[in-house]
């Protein structure tokens, strides 16, 4: 794992550009026509809903590589993603709810997206609490990885499924859906939540290293090639 | 064919295993001819059952090289597995089916003759109750079936971990018998035990482990007693 | 596939001689059905309406029994690294597994058919295409459910691991199984039960080719 400062100026870029970009979109865009107000938290809601999706994305392309080359860096890897995608996607569907609550007078609609992310949070979150329960890091890391990816292959038919079950009942709508964007706080934000993503996935992903470290009995010097052969029956 | 020439039936180099912070087996190298008896002796939590596991395969390498009959322990695992056959700790029995559904199910995924069933059975002195559930089956009662699902297996080496255990004296006869049989056929043998007295009697050669490595090795008859060494 | 008769063969053998505890399995579902009734209240009319959710509500909380015993007989005596080593196909082992695993819960889903009929009078004359839904029900639940439950065999605080992790990847099976019921008892005007047995389908497609693939990862040390 490499030990260098740079997630951390990314951390802090993110942080800026998120500032940056909120402040705009809250203070100084112009209001939606219809929703007032209200319309606004889609500066945060859309860049978080592409965010937590990359996030879990990149978690699929750490899973199948870990099982493919093995050892447990990007085992750690997978650790980090895993975590703030699912971080990520709890605040989408927290957001969604505080849109919902005085646009359609309920905390939850149904919305097909936020419902299958809602769906996600569970699966990738149980692959977290799963990882508690195993204690041979080479089992966890195979183990996270495979349900990882059979998560991440779930996702378009959850998708769907959700969509259909829903489709006959009410209009689908969203923030983003509903509003005309004003393009440059989104973007502004969309940067940041990406640069705070990535720099807290590899700093995450160094913590997990580190107790992979600590778990795990350092490697053996190399062996020394046997002198015990036992057609002579030679000490080592 | 000279002895150079011949393929060892093992041939492991630092093999280990670790279990969280402990290396359970550390660096073990050994080669062993095809046909020689090999007892394996230490205390326990010295490494005897966890190097055996590994060398059959049953449980994985974390360091370290080895060769099982010229095949690779990482690369070639299924090749290995039709050279060795393992009597451990587990019996690998269903307990809710008989011992003689037990055997059958072993048979057929080895796709051995129907015969070696009852053969194995009368052999192992359980063909009386081969239709009652293992459940019932006292601890030596299951050894001597783990024993028959391993000869089963026609290995060309045979991984024993402390197979006296659980047996009468009857059982101790028929295992020193089937020992016996084993050798005549030219199978390898690695005896894990604590009888040290049977063992030199038994085996050709001897390895004594400590803390997962290798702190002896030589004739089993010249092997000491522990703490005299 | 090398060894998945044999493999079957030992499934549904055990599956036969630990039939007792397939009995136990019914009885929870029977209640669960029966609680839902008591919990939802006795009007008839609405009852009716829901009781595919509660049929497929109920074997969904059964199967997590159904599917975390089929490796119970596994682990007690290491029995499926025995199989391993001889070697076998871990491949084989899972099909035969996740096979049995389907035939247990089509044969629980069947029986508890006239539970519904019974308590939450739901009755439909198209039993054919019901029993289908069933079947492609119990396969999606069965194909990732074999595959988790032999992974938390192996770890601890199982009981509580495996409807965790199953759960929410087979919201597909149940949408779409509560869906294809109702249409099939309440009557399907706009020809929808196409749609819903062409995703269940696809759920199966998918999941048993991946855990089939995934599978030897998951059992071996």
């Keep these: ?236 | 064919m000279s002895p150079q020439d011949e393929v060892p039936a093992i041939d492991a180099s630092g093999v280990a295993r670790r279990f969280g912070r402990r290396w359970a087996v550390a660096g073990v190298s050994l080669r062993v001819r095809p046909g020689t008896r090999l007892m394996v002796t230490g205390r326990n939590g010295s490494g005897k059952s966890t190097l055996l596991r590994v060398l059959a395969t049953a449980s994985r390498l974390d360091q370290g090289e080895a060769r099982i009959a010229g095949f690779d322990l990482r690369t070639e695992r299924n090749a290995v597995r039709r050279q060795v056959a393992l009597l451990g700790h587990h019996s690998y029995q269903y307990e809710a089916l008989t011992a003689r559904e037990n055997l059958e199910i072993s048979r057929r995924f080895l796709g051995a003759p129907a015969d070696r069933v009852e053969a194995l059975l009368s052999e192992v002195g359980l063909l009386a109750r081969a239709d009652e559930p293992v459940l019932v089956f006292s601890a030596g009662m299951r050894k001597r079936l783990a024993l028959a699902r391993a000869l089963l297996q026609d290995a060309r080496v045979l991984l024993l971990d402390e197979p006296y255990g659980e047996l009468d004296p009857a059982g101790f006869a028929l295992l020193d018998r089937v020992l016996g049989e084993q050798q005549r056929r030219g199978v390898t043998v690695l005896l894990a035990t604590h009888l040290l007295d049977h063992g030199r009697a038994l085996c050709d050669e001897a390895i004594a482990l400590e803390e997962g490595r290798v702190i002896w090795s030589g004739p089993a008859r010249d092997l000491p007693d522990p703490g005299t060494a | 596939m090398k060894g998945l008769w044999a493999a079957l063969r030992k499934d549904l053998l055990l599956q036969w001689r630990t039939r007792a505890q397939a009995a136990a399995v019914y009885a929870f579902g029977a209640s669960a059905l029966l609680l839902f009734s008591f919990a939802v209240g006795p009007q008839a009319s609405l009852l009716r309406e829901q009781a595919a959710g509660f049929l497929w509500l109920g074997l969904m909380l059964s199967s997590t029994l159904t599917l975390a015993e089929s490796f119970q007989a596994e682990a007690e005596q290491h029995a499926l690294e025995g199989l391993l080593l001889l070697p076998a196909s871990p491949r084989a082992l899972y099909y035969a597994k996740a096979l049995a695993n389907t035939t247990a819960l089509f044969l629980l889903g069947t029986g508890l058919l006239p539970m519904m009929v019974i308590l939450y009078d739901a009755a439909t004359p198209r039993v054919p295409p019901l029993l289908g839904i069933v079947l492609l029900g119990s396969a999606g639940l069965s194909a990732p459910g074999t595959l988790y439950a032999a992974m938390t065999a192996q770890a601890r605080a199982r009981q509580t691991l495996l409807p965790l992790l199953l759960f929410p990847l087979v919201v597909p099976v149940l949408l779409a199984s509560v869906k294809a019921t109702s249409l099939i008892i309440h009557g399907d005007p706009m020809g929808q039960l196409g749609s819903w047995t062409l995703l269940l389908t696809c759920f199966n497609v998918i999941h048993w080719s991946l855990c089939g693939l995934l599978f030897e990862r998951v059992v071996e040390d």
């Design chain 1, 1 to 236: 794992m490499p030990r260098g400062k740079l997630p951390y100026y990314s951390v802090a870029l993110g942080a800026l550009l998120l500032l940056w970009g909120s402040t705009w979109g809250l203070f100084f865009a112009p209001a939606e026509t219809y929703m007032g107000d209200v319309q606004r938290i889609m500066y945060v809601h859309v860049p978080t809903a592409w965010n937590g999706m990359l996030a879990l994305t990149i978690a699929f392309f750490f899973a199948v590589l870990s099982l493919w080359k093995g050892g447990l860096d990007w085992d750690a890897r997978l650790e980090g993603a895993l975590e703030v995608g699912v971080v990520l996607c709890t605040l989408l569907c927290m957001q969604g709810a505080i849109w919902a609550k005085p646009t359609w007078g309920v905390w939850w609609d149904w919305d097909p997206r936020l419902t299958t992310t809602a769906v996600l949070v569970f699966a990738f979150g149980g692959i977290l609490a799963l990882r508690q329960f195993v204690d041979d890091p080479v089992k966890r890391a195979t183990w996270s990885a495979v349900a990882a990816i059979i998560a991440f292959a779930d996702v378009p038919i959850v998708y769907f499924s959700v969509r259909w079950w829903n489709s006959l009942h009410q209009v689908q709508s969203t923030p983003a859906t509903v509003s005309r964007a004003f393009h440059w706080p989104l973007r502004i934000n969309a940067f940041g939540i990406l640069f705070l993503m990535s720099g807290l996935i590899a700093v995450r992903a160094r913590l997990a290293a580190l107790r992979r470290e600590d778990e795990l009995a350092p490697p053996l010097p190399a062996a020394v090639p046997h002198g015990a052969s036992l057609a002579q029956g030679v000490r080592p």
